[in-house]
């Protein structure tokens, strides 16, 4: 069974508001998108990794790739206008088999989600890792908010993992605002989508507090 990794590195980064985009930020003297890609070559070492860059960002990642001597081979495709689009135009490159979508900024997921994510989407076709909800949460109502069962919601994350035949068709619809993750797409045609534990660390950085984060996390796996 053929598997692809698509790494989705096609944001603005806008809540992190460094001049630098923050898939290139260093965390242990290494881009973050390094450590990304290292974490699924690491899995499988004949993984097709298929990497999705602003168009104007590729010279400067190639650049990144020689100064850190980075060898890992992979396929470059154009990021698009939301990471629905970004998404859509990596698919192009993935082969018949299984592929998992996995944002660029997510450098600490384990080896065992990634693992334990494509083995259930061989039977499954859609899996993903999601974690407990650990505060209280409330909703928002008309007249004010009012606190909800924290045990009836999960947090998402990536990498998630389909049968590359059925992701390719749910990329094939239109696309609407809602469409948050992959899975919201799959299951917009009625497919069923499979949980699996994911892994606290497995953060999105997204602000510069995650980015103190990622330093620390970094520093215990070093
Ligand atoms: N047009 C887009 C938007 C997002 N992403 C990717 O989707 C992942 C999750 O998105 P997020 O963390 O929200 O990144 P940004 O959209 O870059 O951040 P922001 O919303 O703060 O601008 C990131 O790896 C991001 O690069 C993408 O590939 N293409
Ligand atoms: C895909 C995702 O990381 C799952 O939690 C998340 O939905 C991305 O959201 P964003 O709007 O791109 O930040």
Known sequence: ???TALIVAGGKGLRMGSDLPKQFLPIGGKPVLMHTIEAFHRFDKEIRIVLVLPREQQPYWKELCVKHQFAIDHIIANGGETRFHSVKNGLHYAEPGLVGIHDGVRP????????????????????????NVVETVRHLTETGSETVNRDDYKLVQTPQVFDTALLKEAYAQE??????DDASVVEAMGIPVYLTEGNRENIKITTPFDLKISSALIECSI
């Open 175 to 180: 696309y609407t605002p809602s469409f948050t």
């Open 108 to 131: 600490f997921v384990s080896q065992e989600v990634i693992g334990r994510c494509y083995e259930m989407a061989l039977a499954k076709r859609a899996v993903i890792p999601v974690i």
């Open 1 to 3: 069974m053929t598997r």
